[in-house]
């Protein structure tokens, strides 16, 4: 990874000097005394680096408590969900104290591409991993200890050897260590759902460096992963910042799959291009092979689609990314593993083909979508099936890992919690807040398939609850739900007649209700309490409110088994009347923005990024509205920096007075913005 000139964050810092240093009163070998003069001096400096090198106007809640924390030498867990901003967090402090943060990142994809946004904006940063060759590391080293970088970045693997470890400390010692920030934080912990065992070696850095602070970065961790967090990796009295889980922009539907949920993605990623709008998709799938089929069956279809999973050789997929980077692809079907390294800001849609193995997956893998603050869309197909195949694989391969018993029961409880999410009749927007300790206001989202009404209630739930959980009762709560289905249905099969079940009243009662319904009801009933899984057979049981729903003293709604319904059309998000991202584009508008769309990708070609890094959708958007005609005008817009403004001003300014021309109006002309521009 190359490293990146001063550009324009060293004429910022020639501008305001850097706060903190030992020459401002700051304590040598670290920042545990005062970090400047005065706060008023401090938040000064914060929001003169952001707006100069991010060109945003204020900070999202919560970064500017983190980034506090950082420059008063404290630890800090800081917990912001996907699209929150939480590298700003660790890249704002070494502008202000003119000392490095060292970032442990745990994925080389990821790094290089935050290497080369944070050079594009003049920021100096570089990145150490198994892909940089030996001397350009020993030059990134070099330049950490002269003072010429503000922030690198390195694999778990790397920070924990000897040679990087005296590095560390020699940085320390000559008072270039400002802190260590811990990325994808809920790694370290077993009750997470991505642990990773060489993240639990990060808690000896303490003893490396003991005067810096150390702060940890996730984007899902319940109350019980950010304990394990801060016990794992030694906190010293952190601060706890806790960002809001939901994400407003996203509309989450779920839906019963039909068949291989073939025909449902296809229709998704259609009517995301209707839209008319661009942007990605990425649809999720549990096997290499269901990636191949769905891919091929879109391409069919005459959609530019390709699978992407860990069979393909490394080259195949290296080229799979950065055609979706660069936006020259924009369906990817995947397994789970894309889109960790990839931060393409306008992804539009993300679908799950099967239900992922936790909330937390989903929370993350679904925050894919709209990083930019704009709508998109998260589909989840949810099947009867998905359970048992999940566990298969994480049972196996425990086995395979040899994890103790204790960590396989915290993943398989993780996967129970994401089916209840599935199958339960509840705003989805509620669900992901509560199940993440927060608390969700709202009596209707106005941005899910309940809220919008797209999910119906079930009018005969009272009968329906009785009859089936009647036919676990008097099947003696032995049997598993394919089981009960054909007990219900009427079959004459072998294995029912043959238990006498055929005799039991309730034999036959939903004969009219489809396999699909009737096994999505009973998904349900798990979700709620009523009845429980046991045991390799997945037999099923009363579960706590197993008695009082069937004799009626409780009563639990039902819903329609999920996308079957005859009449069922995808509704509008009802959210505050309309888009979270501003009011639609008129029609003059969308010209321009299109336009600029081209403008964006002839400059990231030339460049040589993904267009997402020269100016995100968003900003293309307040641009189109706002028509800036000169670059102090320009500047004023969110995303645009003075870096950025100084590489691609020109451009932009002719794109939008050609525009301007050729509809014969007037550039700046009135149109509304979209508010205070806010750190992404």
Known sequence: MGVGTRGGVGRYRERMGAIGTDEEGGAEGGLSGGVCAGGSDRGAAIAEAVRS?????????????????????????????TGGGKSLCYQVPPLVTGRVTVVVSPLIALMHDQVRALELNGYAAAALNSAVAFEEAREIERKLVEG?????????????????????????????????????????????????????????????????????????????????????????EPRVLVGEFDRPNLTYRVRSRQGRGEQQVLSAVK??????????????????????????????????????????????????????????????????????????????????????????????????AG?????????????????????????????ESGSSVEA??????????????????VCRHKQLSEHFGQNYESSSCGACDVCLQETAAEPQSRRLCQVLLSAVARTGQRFGATHIVDVVRGSRAEHVMSRGHDQLRVHGMLSSRSKGEVLSMLDQLVAVGALEVLGEYRSLRFGRLGKEVMTGERE???????????????????????????????????????????????????????????????????????????????????GVGSRKLELFGEAVLAAVAEHAGDAGGDADGGAEGEGSAVAG
């Open 408 to 425: 396989l029961e915290a993943q398989l409880g993780l996967l129970e919690q994401m089916q209840r999410l599935a199958a339960s009749f």
């Open 148 to 236: 010429e970088l503000n922030l690198v970045l390195a694999a778990p693997e790397r920070i924990m050897t000897g040679g990087f470890r005296a590095l560390l400390g020699r940085l320390q010692d000559a008072g270039r260590l400002g802190a260590l920030a811990i990325d994808e934080a809920h790694c370290i912990s077993q009750w997470g759902h991505d642990f990773r065992p060489e993240y639990r070696q990060l808690g000896g850095l303490r003893e490396v460096v003991p005067g810096a602070a150390m702060h940890a970065f996730t984007a899902t961790a319940t109350p019980r992963v950010r304990r394990d967090i801060v016990e794992q990796l030694g906190l010293r």
């Open 271 to 368: 009517r995301m291009e209707s839209r008319g709008e661009g942007g990605g998709a990425i649809v999720y799938c549990l096997s290499r092979a269901d990636t191949e089929r769905l891919a091929e069956r879109l391409r069919e279809e005459g959609l530019d689609a390709r699978a992407y999973h860990a069979g393909l050789e490394a080259g195949k997929r290296r080229t799979i990314e950065d055609r979706f980077a660069n936006e020259r692809l924009d369906v990817v079907v995947a397994t789970v593993a894309f889109g960790m390294g990839i931060d393409r800001s306008n992804v539009r849609l993300v679908v799950h083909a099967t239900m992922p193995k936790s909330v937390e997956a989903y929370q993350q893998e679904s925050g894919r």
């Open 371 to 399: 990083r930019d603050g704009l709508d998109a869309e998260c589909l989840l197909l949810f099947g009867s099936s998905d359970y048992m195949r999940w566990r298969q694989l994480l049972e196996r391969s425990a086995a």
């Open 556 to 638: 639990v709604q039902l819903a329609v088994p999920m996308g079957t319904r005859s009449d069922r059309k995808e509704r509008s998000r009802a959210r505050g009347g309309g888009s979270v991202g501003g009011r639609p584009l008129s029609d003059e508008e969308r010209a321009l923005f299109d336009g600029l769309k081209r403008v964006r990708k002839a400059l990231a070609e030339e460049t040589g990024v993904p267009p997402y890094m020269v100016f995100s959708d968003a900003t293309l958007r307040e641009i189109a509205r706002t028509k800036p005609v000169s670059r102090t005008r320009l500047l004023e817009v969110k």
């Open 53 to 81: 090198v991010w060109g945003y106007e204020s900070l999202r809640p919560l970064q500017s408590e983190s980034i506090e924390a950082a420059l008063e030498g404290r630890d800090a867990l800081t917990v912001l969900p």
